[in-house]
């Protein structure tokens, strides 16, 4: 994340409740250098939901500096042309912005295709030759390859690209052609086999040629938590055991697996949700201030506060987490008729540091459920109840809580305690709410454009270190044992809340989740 000299007058923005000003703008960002981005896996469903669009939007933006050229590899035997319309009806559904037929045109004129198996040396061969005719028309040598692909073939194509000399073991500093891997997640799907795929991509990259990418790290609301908490003097005084009670991290979706049975009989919600996106956000949110905004410094305030996470013992696994799996999983196709994977999750997590001991953290993430619904909730402590005797009882009297809207409808609202108008004093809760949509009026940008760009440039602040995936398996490795050892998951209903279970995971601490509805627009 790099700071931003603001303009000497910053326009003002009006909106009912808050008054955005743009203290800096992303358009100035160091544009990338002209690059060769190679997808394997160019004809999947991550290129054409995902990655194709990224690449549009940012080109539309006109964030790309030109020549860059988009090589899809992947089996099969596709002209250039037959790829373009390939994945022209899918970025014509997910691209943020409409497709006039000149950009479209001009997008198709970026790609080129190479067929092939992954363990054919004439696949990389012909990606070489390709390669140096993107450099002949300007990028210079610089190249992104994006590993879209099952994990299982990532050595492979590493082995590969190293044999053919299109990868080479260095150090990314100015003056070198960018030479970059984006590896997609799930890494690995274990501790042992997380450290394995490490040590033999470390074979052949250094680390500051490795971007290991979730796609939540490029998320607007997710990058404004640091800003939040850092670039306000309010925040971070009470951002501690002495003024939080205890915070919430939610990730809720209302679809189920879409089609994806073996791949999530493989993964289940804790390899696909808590162990990157929420305990990334979770690190977020309880890091320690950085040294300043370069991608080690803040890589290593997230190390360190995943560090202090305490441990799971197989007690606490049995106490404090608990799994449901969504009524109807079972007879999705590619999935077991006595599946134990669960699609949904919640556990209770603390941090043994000096900012954080004793505010539990309570994490829950799962499919099916009522609402599409992130978000994260800071609970302050009460209030001594000696005036409010009356209202405490009656329960009207809520404490604080402070809420990070991710999605949708992102944005940040503030529960308060206010005095209700008339002669008496009796209070009501009120919420204060900044909404991104209103509050600056501009698009949110999705993750991975962001992601993409900060790859071609080289930055890799929001991508994962070899040391904090390596942490994150570590600290779910327990929970990943023990349920795949004993079964137990409960069912819960579709469209509800989840399971019981994870409500009285809170009661038991006399605390209640949030209601998982998304606040109307
Ligand atoms: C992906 C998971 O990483 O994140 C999916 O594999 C999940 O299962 C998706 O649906 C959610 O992403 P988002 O951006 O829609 O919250």
């Not at 891997?181 to 074979?203: C, H, T, W």
């Amino acid at each position: 994340m790099s700071r931003q000299r603001p303009p000497t007058q910053p326009p003002p923005m009006e909106h009912s409740s808050v008054v955005a000003e743009i203290l800096s703008d992303q358009t100035k960002r160091r544009r990338p250098e002209p690059t060769a981005i190679v997808i394997f896996g160019a004809t999947g469903d991550l290129t054409k939901r995902k990655l194709a669009p990224a690449l549009f939007n940012v080109m539309l933006d006109r964030a790309l500096t030109e020549p860059t050229q988009i090589i899809g590899v992947s089996r099969g035997d596709l002209g250039v042309q037959q790829f373009a319309a390939l994945l022209e009806p899918s970025v014509k559904e997910h691209s943020r912005q409409k497709v006039e037929i000149a950009a479209w045109d001009k997008f198709a004129g970026m790609l080129d295709f190479v067929g092939g198996e992954f363990a054919d040396d004439a696949t990389y061969e012909k990606l070489k030759a390709r390669l140096e005719v993107a450099k002949s028309k300007g990028t210079k040598g610089n190249r992104v390859f994006y590993l879209s692909t099952p994990p299982a073939v990532f050595p492979l194509i590493l082995e590969k690209l190293h044999k053919h000399g299109l990868i080479e073991r260095q150090q990314q500093r100015a003056g070198v052609p960018g030479c970059r891997v984006i590896v997609e997640k799930p890494f690995g799907r274990d501790l042992a086999s997380a450290r394995a795929l490490n040590e033999m991509i470390g074979q052949y990259l250094t680390e500051s040629q490795i971007y290991r990418i979730d796609h939540y790290l490029g998320k607007e609301t997710v990058q404004n938590i640091l800003v939040l908490r850092f670039g306000n003097s309010i925040f971070e005084p009470i951002w501690n055991r002495n003024h939080v009670d205890f915070v919430e991290i939610t990730a809720a979706e209302a679809i189920g697996i879409e089609g994806r049975g073996n791949f999530y009989e493989q993964t289940g919600v804790v390899r696909d949700i808590i162990q990157n996106h929420l305990l990334q956000v979770m690190s977020l949110v309880t890091m320690e201030v950085p040294a300043s905004f370069s991608a080690d410094d803040i890589r290593d305030e997230k190390s360190q506060v995943l560090r202090s996470v305490r441990n799971l013992t197989l007690s606490a696994v049995a106490n404090d987490c608990v799994r449901g799996q969504y009524r109807g999983y079972r007879e999705e196709p590619g999935v077991a008729a006595d599946s134990q994977t669960p699609t949904y999750a919640a556990m209770k997590l603390v941090i043994d540091s000096w900012r954080w001991q004793g505010v539990p953290f309570y994490l829950r993430a799962g499919k099916g459920l009522a609402e599409r619904l992130t978000e994260v909730s800071i609970h302050f402590k009460s209030v001594p109840l000696v005036l409010f005797k009356e209202e405490a009882a009656s329960s009207m009297l809520q404490p604080a809580v402070l809420t990070l809207r991710i999605q949708p409808h992102e944005g940040i609202s503030l529960r308060f305690v206010a005095k209700v108008p008339g002669e008496n004093i009796n209070v009501g809760n009120v919420h204060m709410t900044m909404s991104y949509a209103d509050a600056f009026k501009r698009p949110i940008s999705e993750a991975y454009e962001r992601l993409l760009l900060d790859c071609m440039r080289g930055d890799a602040t929001l991508f994962n270190r070899r040391d904090s995936v390596d942490r994150a398996w570590e600290l779910i490795q327990p929970v990943l044992q023990v349920w795949e050892a004993t079964p137990g998951v409960e069912i819960y209903e579709q469209g509800s809340a989840g399971p019981a279970s994870a409500d009285a995971l809170l009661r038991r601490d006399g605390r209640e989740w949030r209601l998982l509805t998304a606040p109307a627009k």
